[in-house]
């Protein structure tokens, strides 16, 4: 068959006479007959004669053929999971079987697409009966047996072209559909997300306030074992629920991200050792990892990531055991990709995380990656382990998709694309967290829960607190004597004024005084992080002990403030 830039139509021809067939292939597929036989020769008059009438020749079909309606039935049965029959011609009269009008019918309710020809020369039925037993008259004609070549390669062309064009029509609405799921998926996550950080930052207050007291309760009931076990369970709950906010803000892609070249494969094997030791042996788990390709990547929300999707395997094998099967490899992608497909060309790597547990059905599957959507029972998952997923992946410009059938377990593969950019590997010094220079800090915090907990922490430590309950307050005091404090830690948002606001006047008035910012959710701290804005360093509540003074203790340790300190002293 000659090649053509599109792909064959295929037409199935139904008919009990084979002599028949030898007339359909003459007309619509002679180039599929040998060269020097009968038949072609015949074939080439007839595409003579049609060329010298001015039509056109030579159109290109795909021919099968059936001798008895349930043979074609069958045939177009095995050809809808693959390639359909765009049209059929079915004879009308085929004993012993199926006569043309019931072959019709089940192929019609077989395939609504299929444009059919009910081919006769005689029929014991009438036209309109035919009509109204089969159904969709806008896809079915007549042809009278014996057919004229011309008509008979014209209903052909008409037909498949028609069947064609309504096949694309199909693909773009069903592509139009998928892309309305995306945004529709998408303005969830976006509302969602707004109403975490709305809540985050509140939410993130009152947790300080448990963490830090429950910190310093511990420190003061050393001596006691009962308390100090009880006390560690308040902090845990209480870091569970500020790990709960920080999921929220991610799935909504509302969680400020520290990208940075990684190899995740290092990821991965780190997770994966944590996950052997809470995985019970029933479960075995197999790795494949072949890149050590690097991506731009936030390392926590990574291995969050890892650690959710494998977690939501094991949940699927915890009761009969299973395999866990998790692998990374490349991939390239070129530019011949789907209408949906929301990847550009390039390299990427393909994180797969696969189980043999109990599957799902594909209403589910629909369903996994919206907030809140679980299928464990009540008090065994929060259902955000996979919309934090779904969230991490988009916003890491990646790709997660999910194959699933009932009984035959799930997989995940997760594409991200592949950094030019190595990862690098800083030295890491600890910082002491207890001062002995005694530097004087001023805190603004409008909380008075946790101005009173970070004042504790901080003399403590050995330093001298000032407080301040709103920006304007500390403003005016450090105005009037900008020498007297070596660092500012204030809160982000206050009334009045914000942390941000007060840290660009101390910027302007005393560039050399350190700022540290704190907040329970920033929308994008990188536009905080600046030098223009004059904020040091960033902690993000719940602040515990040690993160509060060994980040006081680095801001201190610049060599700008150090001289400042220096000079306050000997003054």
């Not at 511990?218 to 845990?236: A, G």
């Not at 000032?466 to 007297?484: H, Y």
């Not at 929308?523 to 905080?528: G, S, Y």
Request: charged share 20%.
């Amino acid at each position: 068959m000659a090649q053509t830039t599109e792909q064959a139509a295929r037409i199935l021809v139904i008919d009990d006479d084979k002599d028949i067939w030898k007339a359909y292939r003459l007309v619509l597929s002679p180039e599929g007959l040998p060269l020097d036989s009968s038949s072609a020769k015949l074939s080439q008059l007839l595409n003579e004669g049609a060329e010298q009438r001015g039509a056109l020749a030579d159109p290109t079909f795909d021919l099968s053929f059936a001798s008895q309606g349930k043979e074609g039935h069958q045939m177009v049965t095995e050809a809808l999971e693959k390639s359909p029959f765009a049209m059929a011609f079915i004879d009308v009269r085929m004993p012993p079987g199926w006569d043309g009008m019931e072959t019709a019918i089940k192929i019609r309710q077989l395939d609504p697409n299929i444009e059919l020809v009910i081919v006769t020369a005689y029929s014991d039925r009438s036209l309109d009966e035919i009509v109204h037993a089969v159904g969709s008259n806008d896809k079915l004609l007549f042809l009278r047996k014996p057919f004229d070549p011309d008509e008979l390669k014209q209903i052909a062309r008409c037909l498949t072209s028609k069947w064609n064009i309504a096949r694309k029509e199909r693909q773009q609405r069903h592509d139009q559909r998928i892309l309305e799921e995306q945004l529709r998926q998408a303005q969830k996550m976006e509302s969602i997300g707004t109403l975490a950080g709305g809540i985050a930052h509140d939410f993130n207050n009152i947790l300080s306030a448990i963490v830090g007291y429950t910190d310093l309760a511990m420190m003061r009931s050393k001596e006691n074992t009962v308390i100090q076990d009880d006390l560690s369970q308040v902090r845990k709950a209480s870091m569970r629920a500020a790990d709960l906010v920080r999921q929220i803000l991610t799935f909504s892609r509302r969680e400020p991200k520290e990208l940075q070249p990684l190899q995740i494969s290092l990821v991965i094997k780190e997770a994966m050792k944590l996950l052997r030791a809470s995985i019970p042996s029933t479960i075995a788990i197999h790795q494949e990892i072949s890149s050590e390709a690097t991506v731009l990547a936030d390392p926590t929300q990574i291995h969050q990531l890892i650690m959710n999707l494998c977690t939501n395997a094991f949940h699927s094998m915890a009761d009969h055991g299973g395999t866990l099967s998790v692998s990374l490899s490349e991939t390239e992608l070129g530019q011949n990709t789907s209408a949906h497909d929301t990847l550009p060309p390039g390299r990427y790597v393909n994180l797969t995380v696969s189980d043999t547990g109990h599957g799902m059905e594909q209403a589910t599957v629909s369903k996994i990656f919206e907030p809140y959507f679980t299928t464990k029972e009540s008090g065994k998952g929060t259902g955000l382990g996979l919309a934090v997923v779904h969230g991490i992946v988009e916003g890491h410009h990646g790709r997660i998709t999910v194959e699933s059938q009932t009984g035959c377990g799930t997989t995940f593969i997760v594409s991200l694309p592949v950094a030019t950019m190595q990862p690098s590997r800083p030295s890491v010094s600890a910082q002491p967290l207890s001062s002995t220079n005694h530097e004087r800090i001023m805190v603004v915090e409008d909380d008075e829960s946790i101005r009173d907990l970070t004042r504790q922490f901080l003399a403590e430590a050995g330093y001298q607190v000032d407080l301040f309950s709103n920006g304007t307050e500390a403003w005016q005091a450090l105005s009037q004597n900008p020498t007297e404090w070596q660092l500012l830690f204030t809160d982000q948002t206050m009334p009045g004024m914000t942390g941000e606001q007060l840290a660009a006047k101390v910027k302007a008035l005393s560039p050399q005084i350190p700022v540290i910012l704190a907040s329970g959710y920033v929308p994008n701290i990188k536009t905080i992080l600046t030098p223009k804005t004059g904020v040091s360093a960033y902690i993000q509540k719940p602040v515990d002990r040690d993160t509060l003074l060994s980040t006081v203790a680095k801001a201190l340790a610049c060599p700008s403030t150090r001289s400042k300190v220096q000079s306050v002293e000997e003054v």
